[in-house]
């Protein structure tokens, strides 16, 4: 279960679950498949899982055997971290005779379609042996079936397995080749599986090895023929080339991103293990290029919370590749302008009088919402609790466009506002201004009736990191317009005509100047997380813990222990001071940092991240440390809870893989990154003596080096053009291929 | 326990339940003071009991007898409706000995500290009797005890029993007299008893009779004195006038009462008693004159509901009394000018930047809201659920502005609004401005988060009923200092000054203007109860009862089974139209009516009088009856829970007493009054002959009869002026002292 999340591995079209070659639907094998969703009757929308062209069991004498069984002698099972290769080995012993299988697998990151497995088995003693291997159709789902019309075939020696959803009627096409030399090789197609099976006298003490090629291709893939021929045609070529072939070209891949992404700490290995898989896990499952996907709040290890795609996503993820690997930043933002007309229709149909682009709480592919209004079990009534993620949680929509701003200020490429950016920009500052309220006798504008970060507070007034984002949103949406009117003026003039929305601008900016955001209290330096939350009950995360009567009991949705108190969820004012980092003085950050961090339950994964980014900021470092660790070993240590009641909750956590990055990068190594410059300002944990990172900055790449007093910069040799770089305060110029180093005085 | 309920009499003081003689606190004897409240430690504040002056008990040769124990040969105890004269015979047997009591009480509408009691015994044989009566200071209290340091003391042979309440420490004094003539006496206090024994030898056949008079006093009394002295001083002058005196002075009272009030309806004896059951319970418990007293919702009664004033008052029971009994309808708004500064209080914290009078939900003699935050328990949890009566139900506020400005303008008395009138119409108007939100792209204003009549959907937006009322509030107070401004320009100038409001009045017009009441949809005439409202789940009464888990579950806060329904706890748009049942037409009457009606719980005894008032307007006549029916009998029949759990719910229902009247006089009698005429439009109900009723209309007095074809206006002589209504259709003159009959044609 556990390792089955630990030891997946993605490439960005499918994840496959570090499951063992001979496991099927009972051992939870999945595949699952990007930005491909399908519903059966009223249970929950779900990405769908592919038919297991991986699959192969050995038999000894007759009797099959698997690693689950009695006969294991021996299993060992890896994941390597540089090219996130999965591999076992598993010597079984039957009757005196031992049989051991090794295998090793990779989805192609040259060719998304396409996985690899080499396969071998040897006995010490002579055996009957049987291989059987192909696809198994037999697919754990969650909420499945998904696959109707199941079909096996048989092209030559290529297997395939064909089906379709049953709500779209999506085909998905499974092929598999094999290169199997030995051995009396016939077929069998029973029960949802399309095999070929190889009998063989295996001689003691020699190795058997065959190679395994399996495409995946759905009606997603623009393949302009047949999908079958596609896919069988992917795994003739790869059986062409070969697996050695096919793995070094995968590996070429690797290590370009592990060149652009990886980051180094020495003197904490701890650390270093927990944020390098931290990585691997986002490496793995960042978009095919092209493809306009995103990720979802799972990534691609499994079905679970509807491989939704979440505020996480621009929030937690989204910072790691803009800043390391923008090629795949974009996909994440072409994501939300191919789903822009959903956003828009969730404006129309989830306000009243509401236009613009209000983004889906949990989007799949069409970016309608699969977030339902009823989305907690109630334990005391088993009813389903009523909760305002879905209607009210319209900050998303501010997330989204504060990215995409964020790609054209920190890439400096203003492709994707001419491609749809600007777009959803506007349609989300027409959001925010639809749904606010003016206060006469204030003059100003406020968001009302809104679900902050902190979900426990449902359905609350000037929410600070609500309105802020809206602000913000509609602050940039006058910047966007103003900087495409100076190098754009005819695309601008094409959208402004389209979306009729050029009169509503001068509004836009009125509001965005009136827009009520709650400040800090003159006195404390308090932020209101918003209206009255601070005259609420005091209480403590024990306190309520002490109080609940049953172990499922949900704190909020509008009459949980959480909700006339103080205790809030997850980093609220904190998460706002997160996001607008450079907003907002130290003293301030701290002062709200420890006003709030005592009344956090940190009941998500996204919380600690966030208390350990303002840590850092404000200089409480070795809290900054302790929440970094604990998000960043989330995914390794997979300690979470896999199930919650009988619903299965397990899967990898990519925001806070992103949210480590962010806390090592961005936090420890102190960068800061705006349209004008890119400054550093270190504060190392004290037992880090080095922190090593690779920086994409408006096209160019860098590489920081900083020790306990100085900071160097590497600016890479093919570098379009000389940067300055604010390192501790002192300008630096980057030249090209010069090497730039800084002594800074460490903060303690 | 009902019958407590049912027989009580009450004097606008005090309320006495219809308890017997010799029953004490275990039998929850109650004499429940009107506007003196106390709180006991965190348990709900509600009204003080006095100590019972009522008391006495009878023992025959050494047996205490009382109506409980199984001696009781026959009982009788009735309720005089002519003058609330509470009367009881029962007859003992003891031994083969018959011992007959018989009593009556009331609480003299004349003096309303001062109760009176005649007793008599009387033995079919010769037989050792002993009598204690006196005054039982063991209080029957929901959440007491309220009165501490109690002291007994006897002023020569009055007997005074004196204590004062924990909270604010306000004196109870009760005095008591009796002028027994027979037997020995002795005097006994103890146990919280102050009591006088006498003891003698009855004779055969002969009737012993007493008389007591006990008095009530306590801080609120002005009394300029020594509450003891002024309590002493009215038992012994009214022992000094007698009883007969005492009584025929209170029937004199009652006599004019009823000539106001009283409405007589030929045909239908069931109407006609519960309708005059009704009438007798609000003529009862209208407040004493000058007392700046209310009626709460469930008048002197108990302590059930914290004896909170609601907002039934303004609604229900100040219709009755404004077009019968202006003195009374006086008081009511009284109390509200009274509480002025409690409700400004509650704007200031209640609200974030909300200014002027938020009335108390449940509202005491300070004006403090006595409703809590937690309103409800939760049979799942053991726990209070968050509602939302107490900080969202702002239409209260409007509530009392409306029936504030009625008074002036159905009575033409503008000294209410000098005294303090006009000021709670312009601090009510400046709440709903402050509460009210701008909605720029509408050019509107709306009001928010709000919860209307109907409970069960809280925080909602544009409530029907709420913003209509919000901005009647409005209108109101532009048309209340326009007339100011005519007839009394210093004063206004005072009372702007005062409120410092002068300025913030045309912004109060241009949101009476620019305020957004959803109207009837123009196809098919409904009007939605607030926004999203139309879209909730189609469902049943019926089937919402049938899903329930647990018999005391409540079906709104949040998260109960009708909140995600149309299902409506009471009477909402239907409310609406009926309070503002001229400006709609008949056809929007009925196409709401019939849209609502079906999905309405009738879960308040406010709810299906609302229903049978506009059933009649538009013509449902059978359904106006029944409903009618069943509001003028709930205090009849008291067949409503008395117990919800552990906690008493019993008591009289005045606003469902008012509601009876309102559908009779208002509804089948098509009455309709405002500022420039009386409308009559009678629509009687088919059994119905006759219907005979009083109106009070600018100072003036009219009998109105209706029969099947006439209706006949005979206006007092007294009257000030002639006055011309219009009576079906037709203006008719109606001068003093002459009569006048106008044939209708029935509408069926």
Redesign the interface.
Known sequence: MRRGNVYQIANGYMGYRGTLDEFSSEQLVGITLAGIFDRVGSAWREPVNAPNGGFTSVSLGGAELTALGKKVARHRQTLRFDNALFQRETAFVSKGTTLTIRSSRFLSAENPNLGCIRFSVMSDRAAQVTIRTGIDANIWDLNGPHLLHLSAARKDKVLVVEGSTNESSKRVVVAEASDIGFGEVSYESSGNRNLRVVTFRAEAGKTYTFHKYFAVFTDNDAVGGSLVEAAVEAVRRAASDGHEACLAAHDARWREKWARCDVTIDGDDEAQLALRYSILQLLMVAPVKGSANSIPARALSGQVYKGAIFWDTEMFMFPFFIHTYPEKAVELMRYRIRTLNGARRKARTEG??TRGAFYAWESQETGEDACT??NIG?P??G?A??TYFRDKQVHISGDVAIAMWDYFRLTGDDSLLLEGGAEVILECARFF??F???????RR??I??VVGPDEYHE?V??NAFTSMVARETLTIATEAVGYLRRRHPKALGRLLRKLRIEKELP?FQD?ARRLFVPGPDPKTGIIEQF??YLGLQESTVEELKARM?HPNEYLG???GLA??TKIIKQADVVMMLNLFRTRFPSAIKRANWEYYEPRTEHGSSLSACAYAMVAAEFGNLDFAYKYFLKTAKIDLEAKYKVYVGSVFMGGSHPAANGGAWMTAVLGFGGVQADERRVAINPRLWRKWKRLNFHLAYKGDDFRINITRNTVTVAPSGTNARTHTMVVAGRPVNCAPGRLATVRYRPSR
């Open positions: 009243v009088g209004y009823f109630d005391f009534t009813r609790l009523r201004y639809s606010a309220y003016f206060k006469s006798e204030k504008y406020e009302l009736d359905r007034n000037n509004a509001a209206d009255g009567i949705a509008g009459q909700v006339p």
